[in-house]
């Protein structure tokens, strides 16, 4: 492809992503009346935000999903890293079925497994609190298949200079492999992150108290108790949406890192 031409795909490709967030943004700054005119707001209030952010519980929600989505997104490396290592570097029998099976859970949606997994965690007592809503999200095939590929990418010798000191496969995952693996981390980090942030149907499944809301069922909640205020419903898309958008900003270049290195096309 020409260069000029990539160019070109690339400015379009990005005026697609960016002009629903300026929709968003221009629509939230408009007055009620001008909702759904195609125009740019007469005058620039910030009332829509302002209401949102004092009236609406809108900060509880934030606060929720950030509990779990950090709390994910730490669990989920560390099991993820010491399972993506066993499978890169340990022999033992079965193991590419073992890593076939992971793999393939990629194939089955949410939706599918939704209701026996609501009934597992309502026999475990798991409903209605942070532990149902951070325990199944945990695991994901995506990021032991991305650290997998990361992992077979680092030289042996290095593991091997590890082991004339003594170091035990733990310790060589600790001192080595997960210092090397910085990249990968951080953008897997980034992944994690936004998923869970963004998770609608699970949260909005395993909790009916509304101070465990997180903010995606929060803002669905909104669309009944609001529901001819459109105006403060895409106000509070607006809010929930600032930290996906400074998680990605800040790791978007470890993301394109992490691809590369990891063998994906």
């Known amino acids: 492809m020409p260069l000029k031409l990539r160019a ?6 990005a005026a697609i992503t960016v002009a629903p967030l300026l929709w968003l943004l221009v629509t939230v700054l408009k007055p009620k009346e001008e909702l759904f005119k195609l125009a740019l707001p007469s005058t620039i209030t910030f009332d829509n935000i302002i209401y949102v952010l004092t009236e609406v519980p809108i900060g509880k929600y934030m606060l929720n999903s950030a509990i779990v989505s950090v709390a994910v997104t730490v ?3 560390v099991l993820h890293s010491m399972a993506a290592y066993a499978l890169a570097r340990l022999s ?3 193991r590419q079925v073992i890593f076939s099976i992971i793999v393939s859970t990629m194939l089955v949606s949410l939706p599918v497994i939704l209701v026996p997994l609501f009934l597992v965690a309502k026999e475990l007592g798991l409903l209605d609190t942070f532990a149902g809503l951070i325990l199944p999200a945990i695991f994901h095939a995506f990021g032991i298949f991305m650290l997998r590929q990361y992992y077979l990418s680092i030289p042996r010798e290095l593991e091997e200079a590890a082991d004339l000191d003594g170091c035990g496969y733990l310790r060589r995952w600790w001192q080595v492999i997960v210092p090397l693996s910085r990249p990968i981390l951080a953008s897997l980090a980034v992944l994690f992150f936004l998923a869970n942030w963004n998770a ?3 949260p909005l499944t395993a909790t009916r108290d509304p101070d465990l809301r997180m903010v995606q069922a929060g803002i669905a909640t909104l669309q009944g108790q609001y529901g001819s205020s459109w105006n403060y419903i895409l ?3 607006l809010v929930a949406a600032v930290p996906t958008l400074i998680a990605f900003v800040i790791g978007q270049r470890r ?3 992490a691809i590369k290195t ?3 096309k």
């Open 8 to 13: 070109l795909t690339g400015y379009v490709l």
């Open 75 to 77: 669990i989920a490396l």
């Open 92 to 94: 033992f029998p079965g």
């Open 200 to 202: 609608f149907l699970w």
């Open 235 to 237: 106000a509070a898309t």
């Open 255 to 257: 993301l394109v890192e």
């Open 262 to 264: 990891s063998g994906l």
